[in-house]
């Protein structure tokens, strides 16, 4: 059974940093690429990084390039998304998920990923 959980979300001031943590087990991690998303309330999930199966290339969506920076270590099945100069219009739920086929560079789509976390809550007050 695949799990993934996120954690590090919290309330944070404008401008301040969040590390976001996606722990896996279940499969293979070093096999898939991961990916994050958020979902504010009354918006449509949507991607803000992915990073590839062996960590040696990254996507970002244009919002949050230069301030966020996805990594993963795959000797502790671990995924990490680090959040710096954080801005109210980054409140939402984040998620984590696996990509649907192995050894992939990641996928700016949902339908790309099958398997998800419950999401840890970030907000950013101003």
């Known amino acids: 059974q695949v799990q993934l959980v996120e954690s590090g979300g919290g309330l944070v001031q404008a401008g301040g940093s969040l590390r976001l943590s996606c722990a896996a087990s279940?499969?293979?991690?070093?096999?898939?690429?991961m990916g994050w998303f958020r979902q504010a309330p009354g918006k449509e999930r949507e991607f803000v990084a992915a990073?590839?199966?062996?960590?040696?290339?990254?996507l970002y969506a244009d919002s949050v390039k230069g301030r966020f920076s996805i990594s993963r270590d795959n000797a502790k099945n671990t995924a990490y998304l680090q959040m710096n100069s954080l801005k109210p219009e980054d409140t939402a739920v984040y998620y984590c998920?696996?990509?649907?086929?192995?050894?992939?560079?990641?996928?700016?789509?949902?339908?790309?990923?099958?398997?998800w976390g419950q999401g840890t809550q970030v907000t950013v007050s101003s």
């Open positions: 998920a696996t990509t649907v086929k192995t050894y992939s560079s990641g996928s700016y789509e949902t339908k790309g990923y099958d398997y």
């Open positions: 279940g499969r293979t991690f070093s096999r898939y690429a």
């Open positions: 990073i590839s199966w062996s960590g040696g290339s990254t």
